[in-house]
């Protein structure tokens, strides 16, 4: 089959453009080298939607940051994504740096970020008592928010399955020719254009195609997750005054409740590497303290990493990098925020180039999984009385059921892993962290895919959970 366009990553940023150019009277596929999309950089991140104050002003990234703030919450409203317009703060421990405050604050007037103000130590304290009382200034941004990432890539990929879009999983990239005017991948997939949108390995694709050479250079960043318990004790997402290793370490609430710190910014050469270590544990941890007082440290639940793709120019690359080959690389934070403008801008680059016109009808909203926690009593009733799996709760920690779990599987595209899962209803993701859950969740993956529970894994493939059935004498 001759796709018009392939799409190269199931992050959020190759989803969303998949979602956009789903709109378009085209044939188009994305491909992913893991089991499901949000597999990489997605998965593991602060979860923010900056306002888009810190981009240098005239970069791709303030412009897609400013954009993609003011994109997000119909978005998230169309495709039933959690999301919450929370405000961020960066806060000021001395006076002698206000000027540096007094920049971010110029600076995100420069790219556009409406209602940002400075306020005064006490007035910050007002806005969150938990606030260090040696925070003197803070630039306040009531445009930031928070979002749920698992939930947005995998709605963007819905609608755009929705859409009539190909997913291919499995399958990494590692052949690209040119034949009769049109692109080969690993000898099977026929395209006319490319969009490679592979993060930390955009660099690797662009480089089978084009003579300027691409370096991604992963950046690891830790994080620690905390217990619902410490729900409120921060509305607001908490960011020091940044320095040149990146935004440095924050504390905010998540949409579902926890709250969470981090990350690190540790330089490797190792783009699979997400183990987390105790020295970089340690140093957000320690970082955060001086944010806000008394973080309850007996709350941790989890700890996680996540990878960065940093390209050395500093800023987005999206252009036709050469013919018919276009790159969305690069993206880097604030890219999770800039997801919806780098869609509509990488889709309208294609569209434009090859006079593709928008479909008479298309899908631009999508329907939630059911979410039986959130459910007022009459309305758990009612679900349960028309699918009585969802009312047998299989995990405990978040009230997750096993009607939920099945949707998540047979959702297009649907869970195939215990993380595919997790993610897209949040099984195993509470306090015991799928202590409990995961057999029951793997005996339901493995009924709904027709396969041993063996044959189960946590993510990518040869990352069984079980080795083998035991024999009881």
């Known amino acids: ?33 893991e089991e499901d999309v949000c597999s ?28 993609g703030n003011l994109l997000m919450p119909q978005l998230c409203e169309d495709l039933e994504v959690s999301y919450k317009q929370n405000g961020s703060l960066v806060l000021c421990f001395d006076e002698k740096d206000r000027p540096a405050l007094m920049e971010l604050y110029e600076r995100g007037l420069a790219n556009g970020v409406e209602e940002l103000k400075v306020i005064s130590g006490d007035e910050v304290r007002q806005i969150e008592p938990a ?46 020719e040119r034949k009769d005017g049109h692109y080969v991948l690993n000898g099977k997939f026929e395209t006319k254009a490319i969009i490679n949108a592979a993060g930390l390995y955009s660099d690797m694709i662009h480089n089978l195609l084009c003579e300027d050479k691409l370096h991604i250079q992963p950046k690891k960043g830790d994080y620690c997750l905390f217990d619902k318990e410490t729900t409120g004790l921060v509305e607001k997402t908490i960011f020091q005054l940044p320095t040149a290793a990146g935004k440095g370490v924050l504390v905010t609430p998540t949409v579902h409740g926890n709250m969470l710190i981090g990350p690190s910014a540790t330089v490797l050469d190792d783009k699979d590497n997400t183990a987390t270590t105790q020295a970089d544990l340690d140093m957000i941890i320690s970082t955060a303290k001086p944010s ?30 050469a013919e018919d ?29 090859y006079n593709y016109k928008k479909k008479t009808e298309y899908v631009s909203t999508r329907e939630a999984i059911p979410c039986l926690r959130e459910m007022d009593k009459e309305s758990r009733a009612e679900l349960i009385k028309k699918n009585p799996l969802y009312g047998n709760i299989i995990c405990r920690c978040e009230e997750i059921s096993e009607g939920e779990i099945i949707d998540a599987i047979r959702r297009k595209p649907g869970a195939v892993s215990l993380d595919g899962v997790k993610r897209r209803v949040r099984a195993g993701m509470g306090r015991c962290q799928g202590g409990f859950c995961s057999p029951k969740v793997m005996e339901i993956l493995a009924r709904e895919l027709k396969l041993e529970v063996e044959d189960i894994n946590k993510n990518s493939k040869g990352s069984n959970m079980l080795l083998g059935k035991m024999e009881v004498k």
Do not use: W
């Open 292 to 321: 806000v007082e008394n973080i309850p440290l007996n709350k941790v639940i989890t700890s996680f990493s996540g990878l960065r793709a940093h390209e050395k120019g500093g800023d987005f690359i999206l252009k036709e990098s």
């Open 325 to 353: 080959f276009f790159d969305a690389a690069g993206i880097e934070s604030p890219g999770l925020s800039s997801a919806p403008a780098i869609g509509q801008y990488m889709a309208e680059m294609v569209a434009n180039k």
């Open 1 to 33: 089959m001759l796709y018009d366009a392939i799409i190269i990553g199931g992050g959020v940023t190759g989803c969303a453009i998949a979602r956009e150019l789903s709109f378009y009277d085209l044939k188009l596929a994305l491909i992913e080298k």
């Open 131 to 176: 606030i260090s009382q040696n925070v003197v200034a803070a630039l306040y941004a009531p445009t930031a928010g928070i979002v749920c990432p698992f939930e947005l890539t995998f709605s963007l990929a819905e609608n755009a399955a929705a859409n009539g879009t190909d997913f291919y999983f499995n399958e990494a990239i590692t052949k690209i």
């Open 40 to 67: 990489g950089s997605s998965k593991a991140n602060s979860a923010i939607v900056h306002a888009g104050f810190d981009a240098e002003t005239g970069s791709l990234k303030a412009k897609m940051n400013v954009k």
